[in-house]
Structure formats: C-alpha cells, structure tokens
C-alpha cells in the first residue's frame, strides 16, 4: 500500500485529470479516502462502474448527488463499453477548458494527460481495456517519465496513464469491510462464509424482499409467515436460509441444511446479477 501511495504521488504531477472507478452497488465503501486525500488538488472525474449490476434509479441518484458536489460523474458498464463515450466527452471538455487557458497565455495546445486509480474489483482492467481499445499505440517516453511508465494513445487528444497499483480502504468500519465482502472485492476464504452470507441475506429480507423470494420461489405466505413471527431477528434469518436450501437442495446428511453452501449460493448469485440489480449504499444514508 506504501509502495503504491508513492507511485501515485510520484505520477501526479505528469497528468491533468485523474478517474476514479467506483463500483456502483457500493460508491462509498469502494472509495478509498486516502487516494482522496492524495487527488485533492487535481480535477477528478468518478465513474460508476458496474452500473448493470446497481438499481438504475440509485444510479442516477448518485450521479446526482456526486455532481452536486462538484465531481464530473459518468454511469458505465466496462464490460459492455456503455458510458465509456460519455468518460471521452467529459475528457475532451476538460482538454479544451485546458487549452484556452494554455492559448490565453501564449502555449500551445496539448493533450488531456489522464490516471486511473481505484481499488481492486472495481472494474477497472475492464475499463481500461474498453477505453483505451487495447490495440491502442503507445505514446512512448515522455519527457520527465520513466521508461516504466507506460502511456497509451486513447484518441489524438487523450493520453492515459497505464494504471498504477491499486490501493485497500482501510477496513475500520465492519459496514464498509461486509459490502466488500459481499461483492467479492474481499476474498470468501478471509471471513467466515456463513457470517457473511447470513448478514447478506439478513439485508435481502430488509431491503429486496422481492427479489429475494422470487430467486428462491419462496412463497410470500411463507416469507411473510416467518417475518410476521415472534421469532428473534436472527431466528428469522436462520429459517430463510435453510428455506433457501430446502429449495436448492443444499442438505448434508441426516437432513442438516448446508448453511456454508447457501451463503456460497446467495453471494455467488448477487455477483453474478441472478438476484437482479440491487445497491447497497444511498445518497441518503
């Protein structure tokens, strides 16, 4: 994390706008504060990635809210290049804003310089591959940039910065460390998968109940039944769980739900975008 905080900051001063990937499922816990910390002084543009996999309204919720506070924000799915235009559009604006004020003072015009940073699982190989088109040509060797520091031509107008190291947000709030547990950014083998899978599905009944039951064919006279009992809260969980695989025929021997396959099950299923498309975090919140 040290090494890759000191790249960054060594490159910063080669490039005029930098993009920052979040995931759109979870905008808040896939930033990471110390890179704000560390971009404050440059232009910024964040883009929501992931954006199939995010309920459309948030969307456009947080698009809001980001641009309210003074941050180009641009809604995109990598991996099926939607938005990606619109990131070209917000970089030629700002390579023009640049370029009056180089004019103004009697330079000449050049190209916008740009860095992607964001931390892992985000999307951003992806985005990066879709922008850049891969077969983009190498701007080469720059003055003041090592031979380590890979440039690529986007288009005559916008030079991307191959990305640097990526940086983890520190993990000091357990919201922010189960939201990156849930869509995988945290690997299933460091927490406990039925802790993780239990609060997960914990949120569904909450938030989605919906879509929840109808991924599982859960009868709502059964959900409804169970969320209308005088059950614990933690009771109730534990019963849709094992509702869940009853349906999905995770059972061991003597007729024991499997509760490690069932988490494995729902995670593996809201990655995927099987529960349809759910947000996690709000403007609002």
Same mark, same amino acid.
């Given at each position: 994390m040290v090494k890759a905080k000191k790249q960054i900051m060594e490159d910063l001063k080669l490039i005029d706008v930098a993009i920052e990937i979040l995931d759109a499922r979870i905008p808040v816990s896939s930033r990471n504060l110390e890179i704000e910390e560390i971009l404050k002084e440059k232009q910024k543009i964040f883009v929501l990635n992931k954006s199939d996999l995010a309920d459309e309204k948030s969307n456009q919720k947080w698009k809001q809210y980001f641009e309210e506070n003074g941050i180009r924000t641009v809604i995109t799915d990598s991996n099926t290049g939607k938005g990606i235009p619109e990131?070209?559009?917000?970089?030629?604006?700002?390579?023009?804003?640049?370029?009056?004020?180089?004019? @103004?003072?009697?330079?000449?015009?050049?190209?916008?310089?740009?860095?992607?940073?964001?931390?892992?699982?985000?999307?951003?190989?992806?985005?990066?591959?879709?922008?850049?088109?891969?077969t983009s040509a190498q701007v080469g060797n720059k003055p003041g940039v090592t031979k380590?520091?890979?440039?690529?031509?986007?288009?005559?107008?916008?030079?991307?910065?191959?990305?640097?190291?990526?940086?983890?947000?520190?993990?000091?709030?357990?919201?922010?460390?189960?939201?990156?547990?849930?869509?995988?950014?945290?690997?299933? @083998?460091?927490?406990?998968?039925?802790?993780?899978?239990?609060?997960?599905?914990?949120?569904?009944?909450?938030?989605?109940?919906?879509?929840?039951?109808?991924?599982?064919?859960? @009868?709502?006279?059964?959900?409804?039944?169970? @969320?209308?009992s005088n059950l614990e809260e933690a009771e109730k969980v534990m019963e849709l769980m094992n509702e869940v695989g009853k349906k999905r025929g995770a059972i061991v021997s003597g007729g024991e739900v499997d509760l490690e396959k069932v988490a494995n099950l729902v995670l593996d299923d809201f990655r995927k975008g099987k529960l349809g498309r759910i947000t996690l975090e709000q403007p609002n919140q």
């Amino acid at each position: 994390m040290v090494k890759a905080k000191k790249q960054i900051m060594e490159d910063l001063k080669l490039i005029d706008v930098a993009i920052e990937i979040l995931d759109a499922r979870i905008p808040v816990s896939s930033r990471n504060l110390e890179i704000e910390e560390i971009l404050k002084e440059k232009q910024k543009i964040f883009v929501l990635n992931k954006s199939d996999l995010a309920d459309e309204k948030s969307n456009q919720k947080w698009k809001q809210y980001f641009e309210e506070n003074g941050i180009r924000t641009v809604i995109t799915d990598s991996n099926t290049g939607k938005g990606i235009p619109e990131v070209i559009q917000e970089l030629e604006k700002i390579r023009a804003k640049q370029n009056r004020e180089l004019e @103004e003072k009697g330079r000449t015009g050049k190209a916008v310089r740009t860095m992607i940073v964001g931390i892992p699982n985000v999307g951003k190989s992806s985005f990066i591959n879709r922008i850049s088109k891969k077969t983009s040509a190498q701007v080469g060797n720059k003055p003041g940039v090592t031979k380590q520091k890979q440039w690529i031509r986007v288009n005559q107008n916008i030079e991307l910065l191959d990305t640097p190291g990526v940086l983890w947000p520190k993990l000091d709030q357990e919201k922010i460390a189960l939201h990156l547990s849930y869509t995988g950014t945290i690997k299933d @083998e460091i927490l406990p998968t039925i802790d993780i899978g239990y609060q997960f599905i914990q949120r569904l009944k909450n938030d989605y109940p919906e879509q929840f039951m109808a991924r599982y064919r859960i @009868e709502k006279e059964r959900f409804d039944q169970i @969320e209308k009992s005088n059950l614990e809260e933690a009771e109730k969980v534990m019963e849709l769980m094992n509702e869940v695989g009853k349906k999905r025929g995770a059972i061991v021997s003597g007729g024991e739900v499997d509760l490690e396959k069932v988490a494995n099950l729902v995670l593996d299923d809201f990655r995927k975008g099987k529960l349809g498309r759910i947000t996690l975090e709000q403007p609002n919140q």
